[in-house]
C-alpha cells in the first residue's frame, strides 16, 4: 500500500505542470526542481498527459500524482452520484489506473469537483462511500476536500472501507469555505480548518495535504482564486498553516502525513533567464512558430515561482522541525 520508503523527513513535493504539460516547459520545470532539491506533485487531467509526466519525473522517487476528473474529461470519474453504474464503471477505471500505476508513485490525489452545492442526506453519503470503497489497487488514492460541505465529507471518508482511499486535505479549500461560506473571520476559520483535520487524521489512515496561504481580499490575476498563494502571504501565515497540520502530526504521527506545496504561478514572480534557459526556449519558439515574446515570459514567470516554491519548502520544513521538537 503506502511507501514509507524514503524516509518519513523526505515527504514534501511540489506541483509540477503549472501549464498542464505544454511543451517544452516540462523539461524547464523538472531541471529547475532537480536543482532545488524537490519532487513533483503531477497535475493531470488525461491518460497521456499521465504517461508523459511520468516519464519527466522518473527519477523522483516522491513524486505524487493529482488526477482532476472533471466532467467530459477523460478521466470523467463520477462517485458521488445516486446513478449505480456510472459509480461502479468510475471504481471500476480508477482501480485499474492504480494496478497500471500504483508502483510509480507514493499516492494518487482524486479532484471530484461535484456536489459542492449543500448538505448531503445520510443515503447519499452512504452511496458515496460504497462507490469509493469499491476502488481497489496499488497505492493510495487521496480524496482531496474541493468545495462541498466539509463534515459531509469527512463522514464519506470514514465510512469508506477499502484500505486504499483515504484523504487529501486542501488547506486553502477548506480555509476558504469556512471564510466565504461560513462568515467565519481569520481565527474562526483555523480553528475550523484544525478541527477538520483533527477528525479526518483520526481515522489513522494516511493523509496528504495541499498546503498554500490564502488571502480573501485578493484573488489571483487571471484564475481569479484568493487561495495557492505563497506560505506566508496571506492570512493563514506560517503560524495558521502550523497551527492547521499539527493534529495530523499527533494523530499520525511523521510517517503517513505528506505535503504538496501547491503554488499557482503569479507574474509577479518572474525571474529572468539563464542565457542557456533563454536559448531553449529560443529554439522552441522558432521550431513550433509559437510567439517568442510569450514563451520567454512565461518560462520567466515558472523559473520564479520554482524558486519561490523552494523558499516555501524551507519555510515549510522548519513548520514540521517545529512540530517534531526538533526546532528551536
Ligand atoms: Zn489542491
Redesign the pocket.
Known amino acids: 500500500m503506502y511507501s514509507t520508503e524514503v524516509g518519513p523527513d523526505e515527504n514534501i513535493v511540489c506541483k509540477l505542470d503549472l501549464y498542464r504539460g505544454r511543451e517544452p516547459y516540462l523539461q524547464f520545470e523538472t531541471d529547475i526542481m532537480d536543482r532545488i532539491g524537490i519532487d513533483a506533485e503531477i497535475n493531470t487531467h488525461t491518460y497521456e498527459a499521465l504517461d508523459t509526466q511520468l516519464r519527466a519525473t522518473k527519477d523522483m522517487p516522491l513524486r505524487t500524482v493529482h488526477l482532476r476528473a472533471d466532467p467530459g474529461e477523460p478521466f470523467n470519474y463520477n462517485f458521488n452520484t445516486p446513478d449505480q453504474q456510472v459509480a461502479r464503471d468510475s471504481a471500476y477505471r480508477l482501480s485499474e489506473l492504480l494496478d497500471t500505476y500504483g508502483d510509480k508513485a507514493r499516492g494518487f490525489i482524486l ?1 471530484e469537483e461535484r456536489g459542492g452545492e449543500g448538505r448531503m442526506t445520510e443515503a447519499e453519503k452512504d452511496n458515496y462511500a460504497a462507490a469509493l470503497s469499491r476502488i481497489d489497487g496499488k497505492g493510495t488514492l487521496f480524496l ?1 476536500y474541493c468545495s462541498s460541505d466539509p463534515d459531509d465529507w469527512v463522514d464519506v471518508i470514514s465510512r469508506v472501507t477499502s484500505d486504499s482511499v483515504s484523504a ?1 486535505v ?1 488547506i486553502g ?1 477548506l480555509y476558504q469555505h469556512f471564510r466565504a461560506q461560513k462568515g467565519l473571520d481569520r481565527d474562526g476559520a483555523v480553528e475550523r480548518t484544525r478541527d477538520v483535520v483533527d477528525r479526518v487524521s483520526k481515522i489513522g489512515k494516511p493523509v496528504h495535504f ?1 498546503v498554500h496561504d490564502c488571502d480573501m481580499t485578493q484573488g489571483h490575476p487571471w484564475y481569479g482564486i484568493p487561495d495557492h498563494l505563497p506560505l506566508g502571504d496571506g492570512e493563514l501565515g506560517l503560524e495558521g498553516i502550523k497551527d492547521v497540520i499539527e493534529p495530523a502530526y499527533r494523530n499520525l504521527g511523521t510517517d503517513k502525513v505528506t505535503y504538496n506545496i ?1 503554488i499557482l504561478l503569479r507574474p509577479e514572480y518572474s525571474q529572468a533567464l539563464s542565457k542557456e534557459e533563454a536559448d531553449d526556449m529560443e529554439r522552441y519558439a522558432v521550431e513550433s512558430g509559437k510567439d517568442r515574446k510569450e514563451i520567454i515570459n512565461d518560462a520567466e514567470m515558472i523559473k520564479g515561482t520554482y524558486e519561490s516554491i523552494a523558499t516555501e519548502v524551507g519555510e515549510f520544513r522548519e513548520i514540521l522541525d517545529e512540530l517534531s521538537g526538533k526546532g528551536a
Open positions: 479532484h482531496e487529501c486542501d479549500h495541499h501547491e
